[in-house]
């Protein structure tokens, strides 16, 4: 599904190296890599001779750097972050990392995920007199880490601060003396490590480690601290692992199709999803087409397992950005499309399965079962690769709220009207685990299915709910 | 296979819009579907009400346009181009439609394609007073119009202007009374024609068509002007349509799949000659994959008649733009990567069909084998979808000259060994025709195959070389 | 007065230079002393290797040209113009130099003046088959030099060229061979010669030497045409010197005050009329104060001559661009300012002389006037360093037609009404010849005085009107 | 003296308003008019209907606001500050206002001045657990509110604050209540109090009360704290007030000539500064010109008591901008300048007078010097119309370290050999103050002569230093 379209984003994507001559190059080309996952801002900051150094704005990794400022950052360790952006998060002072200066040294922060306890956190930093210049979780971090017993060292103050989080946390910390990475203890966004050389990279997907060529080490652990330095990378704990909980969304929709999560390729599992829809469902069809770009395996796995052949019937616009006109109103009902064009030829007078990876409000599924029937499809068969949303996600997703999901409150048949499909299918929860090499069978599964089931692998804090979704939090 | 990386480029694609209130808004939604044709610069002229207006620049569509200037468009005709740009052709002054002014009115010309007798006209125009401001031999149309006997009207001279040219051209002209379209009497490049509610429009591509809403009406036939005013649609002929030689490239390569020609799709076409690849070619593997964009569609037709699975073994980073930071050569070394990325897990261990629309030079080639290799593909096969280029191309692709094709003086053992696959194999001519629905048996197969047979289907002059091929002219 | 504020602006400045390796880099910074003449479009077009290279675009000088396109200039031969645009000659196929190319050599012009003839020059050339791609007048010499009868040589052409403008004109052409320079008959636009190192420069005005170090020669003579090129520099004539007619506006508002036009310094001239203004004008008042910029030089002279002391009475601010948000209505209402601010304590309480170069519509004027009262001046004595605009310029100046003008059909009296002075006061127009260096006793006093008299130093024809203004041709 | 050309900074000019419906238009309109008091960051706070919003960028206030960005701000109160950056200070997070996040409310700051405690301040703050993101003094004074007293109301806080800071401070804050605006016992930094119809404004120059129709009301007193809210404005103290120290280099060169300090307009004082200078000075000469433009009043005053003309004998280019392209080495010794040029005639054969406002480590002089003899001066005498420069400023001004003052260790000889003048002359110390109508007499006259006499109106603390002049410190 076109990520334009619907109200389902990550928050960020962040990376990290240390030990390479030219890390914020190298940065530049890995968050490149990590652009779907945010492209509202981007930033770096190295550690260069005379401290942190840090440029970040708003836009495009490509908007963001040039040859001028990429060049300013020398040094050899940097971190960096891609970033979704809503819209209580607007404004530079939250584009990350973020840096804290400080008469003993700085600290930069990149986050991926979201803290459930970041306003209870807040309430109590600011009782002691914290001051905070973001409306960022992140920020909570930096604090605490501060505040933790002045007769720690660095480390200890850090797997302190880090056992008091709650949520969803992927971390890349960066002082004067090296990186320290953190994996919340359910594991639930992804968290890479990996060499380049004599170098340690760490990344939210492992395609960014295939653009610079870096070699994939493994992941990193629920609950773990990676501590790397000029001495190497050390491993540390600051809580016991809990139920592993890897957000399901990843493999459905956020993660690139060359990026491996757990060992497991996400093309891969995708197209194992789709292979799985086809024994669940039944359909007679001539094509079978996905809609560009994150349901394209989906959909050659369930045209080999069907039989039914596999065809470009929705066409995405390469150039449409953000800074495209869009068409008014007037045109719109005149005709005008964008983004997505139906292919006549594929379509006319057949009967067509179109895959989807997911459908949030139905909206978009609507919108384009209307463009495949105007072109002449004889019959639309709806099949979706994961099953249907029904709760939102409190660990960094920006689903909509569960009112405005389609799911809620309505029967498959009721779905089936809205989209104006001729049928309608899902892929069960268990075929989906399945299909991404999880044992169903298990309760720790390893996945999280919040967002399927409403059942959460964390508590839940009266803070947690995004600003939009404040009547509906539990 | 991907265009930035390689010698193959079409000269542009052209619009024209008559009798439509948002007549520049339309123009601009169609050049975006057909910016794939030319990035380097985009024009519309519109007809308002105190004569034609143009807003062209350099750079993509959306670069060009924004809503102010977009909005200073206003009329109820308009025609516009997208760009591509060889050395030679830079400079602002070269951005179409062209715009000549005149005490009696103005004339407004776009244009695809070659003039293989432009330098001869230009010398003989000169000689007669005429003085040139572009490089372009699209100002040639406008001297020889303004040059015809006096005694006969507009349409009468544009007829007898037209007959004089030789080579490719697909026009477009706007005067304050209309449009004028005109295809030269091969038919060398795509044209044609659709209806928006009572407005005609034309394009290169009919993927205009879909995003505008449009209907597909027809091609413009070989040899035909068509005047199109408020009196709606009259055909005329300025030359007895010659042998039909539309340009195979555009099957190839050029063309977005959800475009037809002639009443084919593009699609339906690369998939047929991968399924006729599959036919001509017996290879035991265990995957096939594509290049994007381009070569998808025939990669899916090789699987599907080979029985060997689709996947995507090749990533194609879609951030990647113009002002995007290239990696340093000692980068380049350190294994960065940009554009393109192989999943490894879909390539490791396995015999690979890598399935490319074509080759030119094979320098690209030869790097994706290299970086499928690394990434632990134990055969690759390479498969190409069109037959071996062995002649340069005087109607208006820029192609590389013939010293630099790879098929030049090479035996197809050479090839393989050059570009380092296990093994490789092209598409038959006779095949390819087959399977884009042209008749093999025919001479007049319809199709140009110059570019694969030397044979061209005009005569060819002595101007006709692109500068840095002066040397190979016959 | 403010240029901004007012409907009186130059056409635009030239500059060329021949023989010097940084011909580009020194052309970029002579057009940059120009800026004044013109903000709209700059363009410089270079002698390289290959024949002739153009940069051009709308905008100011250093948003026209960065180092990557000026360092794409190379070659020893330049020449360059910035432009003024009035409604009917925007887009930027009329930012000059214009280029034409032919298989011959190419023509690159840039000119400052207005041609008077040239509508019907245009109208018989197209009858000849010319066809124009610019609405500019320049345009024309370039079709007359190309229709010169072939057996003359390229100089000849030139000069046959010219003799059948009419009007006011300063040229500066490049051919691969060199430069050509000319100066209209009656020298109404002023154009200078000069030396840096052995290259040979040419200006529309000396300050553009000073820039970049070259030592002033002389001005070119009304009627010659020099040829500059490797050899060095001849001078030849192409018509009879007429009555020298320099215009009056230079000297009032256009050039900057550290050009000298005949060997006369602007600053001086204007600061002669200021004390010439104050012989001729008897106030007591207690602060002299002039409208910045260009009436500082006036009010200075004034100050001098009267005794009454000189202030700076109003402040320009420097920083209001092209992209600064204007103030709405409301807030204009509210009292909020741009460009110019009182300075209260120099003007409460105090009889202010007022010094402006010139009045045109007198909406500015009532403006400034209406500040200073608010600031508390007591008196406001409005004096003008020229005499009252009452006819329209066809030589090039943008001047509001003549019902606009507020001389226009008001007695003195009412013009100070209108303007809310307590008195008005124009400088004689023997007192400005006077201070100018002229001899008012003579007919052929050097100046046109055309726009104080309505009397033309040459004949007017049917299309030299400007196009709002063509009720009022005489 | 060109701003540009030397080591002499400001370091910003702050704004505020409260109860105005278009607060934050006028806020810009307002910072426009303090441009000339920071040029490379801007940013302006508003109190809209759910907090503070922020626009905060790098660059002149019109590239940092568009009519986008500027419309997003609404709100009845806002701040603003222009910002001109020292090394240390680059960077987004550094420009102001700083915004301060709470869960109770928040807190804007903008800041004209340096505090010479920052750095003991931050330490002991740390040790506390505070923790700065930037490298600003500012952020001190957000976090010693924050840690005030619990028991202490937000006012009481602020006071308390505030009389902990030791330096130099022109501070405005906002909250959702309202501003509060303080300024350092000395009333080192200029800072001023308005009225638009019923709203409240603070500006650090009246100027900016001009520009947006404020009517100025007075200054605001050493030590004391305005709060401004809904209710109307309230005078507190938070220190007793100290000797009164208004910074000299105010009136010297950075206020401009249209603004006011405690009831004296700079203009006014810089021309008595120029005729007492005529009186402590006599020189034979023929022309008296100014450095453009600081310096023109003090000229304009040297003439009118000397009797000698003034004169245009330097323009400055008012074109030249930050992204002009600076003239090669090469072509510098060519001759090329930028900036400013001699006008020829005015000083060829003259004896001249050049006024400049003041000379820091006297590079520009020397050049400008060079320029005149070039153009033909015959005798250039400079005389300046401040003190000699020969101690560092702690309290705001960028000021290059006495080491590299031209008179540090030189004779009046020597520094006069240094430029290469005929004569040297600087106003004395007395003359100074009472041309600004401060009385010399008095050890308490009013303003801060520590740049000129190496005696500071406050105690020097360690960390005042800026860093390059470490070693200096006493």
């Known amino acids: 599904m076109l990520a334009e379209l619907r109200g389902l984003n990550e928050e ?34 190295v550690k260069g001779d005379d401290g942190l150094h840090a440029v970040k704005g708003e836009g495009l990794v490509n908007e963001v750097f040039s040859g001028d400022n990429l060049n300013t950052l020398k040094g050899h360790g940097a971190i960096g972050q891609v970033r979704y952006t809503t819209e209580q998060g607007r404004g530079i002072e939250n584009v990350q990392p973020l840096v804290f200066r400080s008469t003993t040294g700085s600290l930069a922060i990149a986050h991926n995920g979201n803290l459930i306890n970041a306003r209870d956190l807040k309430e109590h930093l600011e009782r002691q007199g914290s001051i905070f210049q973001t409306t960022s979780d992140t920020e909570v971090l930096a604090h605490l880490i501060k505040r933790s017993s002045g007769s720690l060292n660095q ?19 960066m002082t004067d003396e090296g990186l320290m990475v953190a994996q919340d203890p359910n594991g639930l966004r992804p968290l890479s490590i990996g060499k380049i050389g004599d170098a340690w990279v760490v990344a939210s997907e492992t395609c960014a480690f295939d653009i610079i060529g870096a070699e994939h080490v493994r992941s990193v652990e629920p609950g773990e601290l990676l501590i790397i330095n000029d001495k190497g990378l050390t491993s540390e704990r600051f809580a016991a692992p809990a139920e592993r909980a890897m957000c399901s969304m990843e493999y459905v ?39 560009p770009d994150s349901s394209i395996s989906a959909a050659i796995g369930f045209s080999e397992q069907s039989g039914i052949p596999y065809e470009l019937g929705l066409i995405k616009n ?19 499309k964008m983004k997505l064009s139906p292919v006549h030829q594929v379509v006319h007078g057949k ?9 949030v409000r139905g909206t978009t599924s609507k919108r384009i079962v209307a463009m495949l029937r105007e072109a002449g499809a004889k019959e639309i068969h709806v099949v979706i690769a ?22 809620t409150g309505r029967s498959l048949e009721q779905m ?3 989209i104006g499909a001729d049928s309608l299918h899902f892929l069960s929860i268990d075929g989906m685990l399945e299909a991404n090499g999880r044992s169903p ?17 964390t508590e839940i804090y009266s803070d947690t709910a995004m600003p939009h979704e404040k009547e509906i939090v539990r």
């Open 253 to 291: 929709y956020f993660s690139r199709p060359d990026s491996d999560i757990d060992g497991i390729n996400i093309h891969a599992a995708r197209k194992r999803c789709g292979k799985q829809l086809a024994r669940e469902v039944q359909i007679s069809a001539d094509v079978v087409t996905g809609v």
């Open 386 to 407: 994961s099953p249907p949303l029904i709760a939102p996600c409190y660990y960094g997703v920006d689903i909509s709220s569960d009112s405005e999901l389609i799911a």
């Open 351 to 359: 009967r067509v399965v179109m895959v989807d990876d997911s459908i």
């Open 155 to 173: 480390r200890d103050k850090v797997k302190k601060a880090l056992s008091i989080l709650k949520g969803a946390f992927a971390f890349v910390l």
């Open 12 to 45: 960020c994507g962040v990376f990290g190296i240390w030990g390479h001559e030219d890390a914020a190059q190298i940065s530049y080309y890995a968050l490149h890599a990590l652009q779907h996952r945010g492209q509202e801002g981007a930033g770096i900051v």
């Open 416 to 418: 089936r009207d809205e």
């Open 318 to 336: 390469r150039y449409v950005g953000r800074t495209f006109i869009q068409p008014s109103q007037a045109l719109r009902e005149k005709g005008v």
């Open 441 to 457: 069978e298990m309760k720790n599964c390893g996945q999280c299915l919040a967002c399927f089931t409403g059942e959460y692998p």
